[in-house]
């Protein structure tokens, strides 16, 4: 297969905030007008009353297979990451764009795109030159240094065997022969870099949905099938395909070595779509979390030295409040509670709700209702979720992507719709979540989600994709400069130094931290800590290896630590 | 009179001054056409439908009756009935609100059902005033003192779901729904000791229950009696498994895909749930289509006579 294309007059165009100079400068330039990548097009901009304002970047839109989708491929949208891709300290994007359907005989694929930050939310598509744009209908993504060298190298997951992009510096990147051992030969969704045995470098967990063959796609009428929804006869899937198993690489040395049933993460097959790294259970060995489309959540608990057992049932973490296993889709984690352990907030479909696993001690129950994130849910259907600050009042606030699998969903009778709006949930500080309004709320089909300080002002950022279409870059509004970011380097094999727990004491309290680069569905996210900021405290940082440092810290900004380690 | 006579009056009185409100605004409530035989027919089809879960068969079944101008609200009420059962909710809410507005009888019935559709779309502060509007009506009414409960655990207002829940459970002791409300809420409460024991009683009269035997399972772990929760997960697998196999089995047969088989297994897992009566009512069906089937007929003969 010929790798993707794109026309080279892209590289090195600057994508920014409009302004009247802007669009006056494009008006002067033949071509400028593209829709695709210039300023002249952007959106209006909504009136900034917060706590997010479109941030007007015009992103490469994306694609996933065709219009309406037919089949269960075209269904869970691409993916994206955040990540300082060439190490000065701020986050580039990647789009993970899975392209049009995939037809027998026909390279596929749609055109990755990596965006460098040049600060002050100005981003540049590097071009064809960084060398991202693989072949293969991707999915997600996910982000590590993989050869300890210092630079952040990344991981697709496609239909059919997944891709490995050694980062060679310089915002270039080169796809290693077999992913470095990672390839697999399924559908993969989400996949996590996490040093599971703790040895200093960073395995994978990478995560398979169902077997699908493209060129025999399960329909409805067809081979005798009859799947439908409410009635209404809707594309295939999960339900009555084979699930497929996920798998575990261990790092040895940089080559990637499949250690799936040695480790413990042989579980039966379940219909896999997202995942995260955690602590769950306080040991200081890193587990994993996995959200399955209509079958229990799994949750390997690390019980030392690289070997872990599946503990979802027995943790109470795989199904609802009432006992049914629901479609999970995205994940964020977060310690709600303040008693340093991460609680997990799952998204479902629609007419389940959210799930919020609130962790007590490793034992998870399921308080989505009572804390408020379940009746208002029900009608949606969620994917990527993120808890982030939004308002720098100390507690972690939450957003998701909503947006049905089923363009019938707008059918009479359905109690739902295919556009729905992304939810942004406030937090009132005592554990409490409501719906707040914000500019977000115009129905959309929204799939993966990340969030990062992308302009480095103190203020998390949103990027949402939709399903197809342009993806959503949302620009925080807190009050800048009133945040504590905290940017850890864990040396070579770890440069953003994730699977540390960072802990800040003011005068009212602990708010915990995990640094981890993944965002759950299909995306990751910025690894630094951010902590809003209430005043003078001390920061605690337990790095993996379980030495701790603790630092005084008197005023906000960022703190980078670890570096020489 | 009973005080809950005196209530039944009161709503009943209730009801009718909303009606008139509407009449003198001049939204003269329409009154529909009166019913013949063969549309008493098919609404006792529709509720046999509904009886023996099968309410995507409804719709259509009452799309004649639905269709007049103006509709008749007893079609209109098991319509809402059927999209409680399809998960429907907004049909549900609309069609009942419509029920409300123009027909009196079985008011507080029908609110209570209005309050359970809306608290299954997630609109609990709908729930919670329809619960309340119907406890002011009748303080005697336990389906919906459990409704204000449930919305009140749902909405983690624990002290106001305690005092709903005992006022449910004083008036009717026997109330499954109220007995597991009851046993959630002292789990919520962090009575975790005494839930345990309610739900091991609530079990035994209802054990087909998978939510409580879910719970039962959260509780043994939690107090480290490890074995004892396995035993009672394979129990929640095992409900779990037959209800899904029942919900199967039916939709095949409904759909045409009939045999003596699919028959005795349908049985067979109604047994598994320890659901003794459904079983009886499926084999009876199952003779009725297949009275020769030897399978069927050894399967009687484990059954009393009625």
Redesign the interface.
């Known amino acids: 297969m010929s790798r993707s294309r794109r026309p080279s007059s892209r590289a090195g165009r600057a994508l920014s905030v409009p302004s009247i100079a802007g669009l006056v400068f494009c008006a002067c330039l033949p071509g400028c007008g593209d829709s695709a990548s210039g300023p002249a097009g952007s959106r209006t901009t909504a009136a900034a009353d917060g706590p997010f304002v479109d941030a007007g970047l015009l992103l490469a839109p994306l694609t996933c297979g065709g219009e309406n989708a037919r089949t269960i491929l075209e269904v869970n949208g691409g993916g994206l990451a955040l990540f300082d891709a060439d190490g000065d300290g701020d986050l580039e994007i990647l789009l993970v764009d899975p392209g049009p359907y995939p037809s027998a005989g026909v390279a596929s694929g749609g055109t990755n795109t990596l965006y460098r930050n040049d600060g002050g939310m100005h981003f540049v598509d590097v071009g064809e030159a960084s060398g991202v744009g693989v072949p293969g209908f991707c999915n997600g993504v996910a982000v590590g240094d993989v050869d300890a060298d210092g630079r952040r190298d990344v991981y697709l997951t496609r239909l059919g065997p997944n891709a490995l992009l050694r980062n060679t510096g310089d915002l270039r990147f080169e796809e290693l022969p077999e992913a470095g051992g990672a390839a697999g030969d399924g559908w993969s969704t989400s996949a996590v870099f996490v040093d599971v045995d703790l040895d200093g470098d960073l395995d994978l967990y990478v995560v398979d949905y169902l077997a699908f063959d493209a060129d025999h796609p399960p329909l409805h009428g067809v081979d005798g099938r009859d799947c439908r929804w409410k009635g209404m006869p809707v594309m295939c899937g999960p339900q009555g395909l084979p699930a497929q198993p996920d798998h575990y690489y261990r790092n040895d040395d940089g080559r990637l070595v499949d250690a799936t049933a040695a480790a413990g993460f042989d579980a039966p097959p379940g219909y896999g779509l997202g995942c995260l790294d955690g602590d769950f259970d306080a040991d200081g060995w890193p587990d994993v979390y996995v959200s399955n489309d209509s079958t229990p959540n799994f949750l390997f608990l690390n019980t030392g030295h690289g070997k872990v057992v599946e503990s979802g049932l027995a943790a109470g973490a795989a199904l609802s409040s009432r006992g049914r296993e629901q479609a999970g889709m995205g994940i964020a984690a977060g310690d709600l509670e303040g008693d340093g352990d991460e609680d997990l907030l799952v998204t479902n479909f629609s007419m389940e709700s959210n799930a919020l696993y609130v962790n007590d001690g490793g034992r998870f129950d399921d308080r989505a209702d009572p804390m408020g994130v379940g009746g208002p849910s029900r009608r949606l259907l969620g994917w990527g979720a993120a808890f982030v600050d939004f308002d720098l009042d100390g507690a972690l606030d939450l957003v998701n992507a909503n947006g049905h699998v089923y363009p019938q969903a707008d059918e009479p009778g359905t109690d739902t719709s295919y556009a729905q709006p992304d939810t942004l949930w406030h937090n009132d500080g005592g554990g409490r979540f409501s719906p707040r309004a914000w500019d977000g709320d115009a129905p959309a089909v929204s799939r993966a989600l990340s969030s990062g300080d992308l302009d480095d002002d103190g203020v998390t950022d949103l990027v949402i994709l939709r399903r197809s279409g342009r993806p959503m870059v949302w620009r925080g509004l807190a009050p800048e400069r009133r945040s504590l970011t905290v940017a850890l380097d864990g040396g070579p094999g770890n440069p953003d130094g994730c699977g540390a727990v960072v802990a800040f004491t003011d005068a009212e309290g602990t708010r915990t931290r995990r640094v981890r680069s993944s965002a759950g569905y299909q995306a990751a996210g910025d690894p630094r800590a951010l902590f809003a900021w209430r005043g003078t405290g001390t920061l605690d940082v337990r790095w993996p290896d379980g030495t701790h440092e603790q630092h005084a810290v008197d005023a906000p900004g960022t703190l980078a630590l670890g570096a020489a380690r | 009179m009973t005080p809950r006579g005196r209530a039944t009056v009161f709503a009943r009185t209730f009801g009718a001054i909303v009606l008139a409100t509407l009449a003198a605004c001049g939204d003269e409530a329409p009154v529909a056409a009166p019913l013949d035989d063969a549309d008493r027919a098919v609404l006792a089809r529709a509720e046999d439908l509904l009886y023996h879960q099968a309410p995507?068969q409804v719709p259509a079944l009452l799309e004649p009756l639905l269709a007049r101008d103006p509709t008749p609200v007893e079609a209109e009420y098991l319509a809402g009935q059927a999209?409680y059962y399809?998960?429907?909710?907004?049909?549900c809410v609309t069609r009942l609100e419509q029920v409300l507005e123009r027909d009196e009888a079985d008011y507080l019935t029908r609110c209570n059902a209005l309050g359970f559709a809306h608290a299954?779309?997630?609109?609990?502060a709908d729930a919670r005033t329809l619960f309340e509007r119907i406890v002011a009506a009748d303080p005697e009414e336990s389906k919906a003192w459990y409704g204000l409960a449930h919305v009140a655990?749902?909405?983690?207002r624990l002290p106001d779901a305690r005092v709903a829940l005992d006022r449910s459970l004083a008036l009717r002791p026997d109330y499954l729904k109220a007995r597991f409300a009851e046993v959630r809420l002292l789990d919520?409460e962090g009575r975790s000791d005494e839930a345990l024991v309610a739900v091991t009683a609530l079990l035994d009269a209802w054990p087909s229950n998978?939510?409580a035997?879910?719970?039962q399972v959260?509780l043994l772990?939690?107090e480290g009696r490890?074995d004892e929760?396995d035993q009672a997960?394979s129990r929640?697998a095992a409900v779990?498994a037959a209800k899904e196999q029942i919900a199967t089995l039916a939709g095949r047969i409904r759909a045409g895909d009939d045999d003596p088989a699919a028959r005795r297994a349908l049985v067979l897992a109604y047994l598994q749930l320890g659901d003794a009566g459904e079983a009886r009512d499926a084999l009876l069906g199952a003779l009725a289509v297949f009275p020769d089937d030897p399978g069927l007929r050894e399967l009687a003969q484990g059954f009393a006579p009625r």
């Open positions: 995507e999209a399809l998960q429907d909710w907004a049909a299954k779309r997630g609109d609990y655990l749902l909405e983690g919520a998978e939510e035997l879910f719970l959260k772990r939690a490890d929760a997960e929640r779990y």
